[in-house]
C-alpha cells in the first residue's frame, strides 16, 4: 500500500496467472478481502517440481483500511497480473 499523487491510498497486488473472473473482492466494515484461486492447470503433472515461483490453489488476503479513506468508493482495475485498487480520502466537511 502506498499514497498515491493524488492522496488516494494505492493497493497493488501481484496475480501473475489469474483471470479477472478468477477474482472476488469484497468490502466487510474497514477491511477489504480479496480472495481467489489460480487454477493448477499450467503445470506439466508428469515431472516432478524441485521448485516453483507460483502458488497453485485458493488464496485470501484481508487489509484493514485505516479510517481516513473511503473504502466504499473503491475503484479497482486488473492488467497484466497487476490488480491495482485506488481508495480516495474521504472529504472533510469544513461545516462539521
Known sequence: MFIAEDGALAILVELAGMKREDLE?????????????RPDEGRRTKYEHLATGLHYGPFESVLEIPPDFNLGKAKAS??????????PRKRIDPKE
Do not use: A, C, F
Open 78 to 87: 486488473y492488467l497484466n497480473g497487476i490488480l491495482r485498487i485506488d481508495v
Open 25 to 37: 473482492l469484497t468490502i466487510e466494515g474497514k477491511r477489504l478481502r480479496i480472495h481467489g484461486e
